[in-house]
């Protein structure tokens, strides 16, 4: 079964500065595809990056990248220039290919505060 | 766009009720999840469907069951409501596999005294 790490339960960063959340996974499968999830207080799961795991180039979205080592089975997220906004807790996720019913499997998630 | 919506937001039961979450999505999506999330934790999965007509267990399928009759709706039944079951309930759609993107509604805060 594929399991999702997230290591660092909360983390602090200052407005305008950058921060590094890790996530790990586990998986013996080839094809798949790796997310980030933002949760803010609201609780509404949003979106923020996905990568597919074929794919050697890093996603980009704005302010946010990702650092996908395939070998190494980790996905970790980049935040540039945060914002107070940016104030949420992120699940790292994995998806498999086609043939599994695609079920999502979340990491336990990284809290993070952006301070003044 | 409705996209997802999960009725209802907050709901009390007491030890021993029964209740069923609605879930429904206008997006033809044939992928459809639930997922149940505890405080400070992950999301883990409780049941799934690969369309109408068809289900499955996820990680955590006790004391739940479902039913897929229309592509639309994914009700998600309670029975026996015990104290272990208070937590955020998601529902989630995709239309494909793969890259597609999960569609999540708002949640369900259940709460079993």
């Known amino acids: 079964a594929q399991t999702v790490t997230q290591s660092q339960p909360e983390m602090s960063v200052q407005e305008a500065e950058t921060v590094t959340l890790s996530c790990t996974y586990d998986?013996?499968?080839?094809?798949?595809?790796l997310f980030w999830y933002k949760q803010p207080p609201s609780r509404q799961m949003i979106l923020v990056i996905r990568q597919e795991a074929y794919k050697q180039q890093n996603a980009t979205e704005n302010r946010f990248s990702v650092n996908f080592q395939k070998a190494a089975k980790s996905f970790s997220l980049k935040i540039s220039d945060s914002q107070l906004g940016d104030a949420a807790m992120y699940f790292c996720a994995y998806r498999g290919g086609t043939g599994t019913a695609s079920k999502l499997t979340f990491g336990t998630g990284t809290r993070l505060q952006v301070t003044l | 766009n409705a996209g997802v919506t999960q009725t209802p937001k907050f709901r009390i039961l007491k030890i021993g009720q029964s209740m069923t979450l609605q879930c429904a999505q206008d997006?033809?999506?044939?992928?459809m999840y639930w997922y149940r999330q505890d405080p400070g934790m992950g999301l883990k999965l409780i049941y799934y469907?690969?369309?109408?007509?068809?289900?499955d267990k996820g990680e955590v399928p006790n004391g739940y069951n479902v039913s897929r009759s229309t592509t639309e709706d994914f009700p998600l039944r309670l029975e026996l409501a015990a104290p272990s079951q208070t937590s955020v309930y998601f529902c989630?759609?995709?239309?494909?596999?793969?890259?597609?993107?999960?569609?999540f509604g708002a949640g369900s805060r259940l709460t079993v005294l």
């Open positions: 997006m033809n999506h044939n992928y």
């Open positions: 989630a759609s995709s239309k494909l596999v793969g890259a597609n993107v999960l569609t």
């Open positions: 998986t013996s499968e080839s094809d798949y595809y």
């Open positions: 469907s690969v369309g109408a007509g068809i289900t």
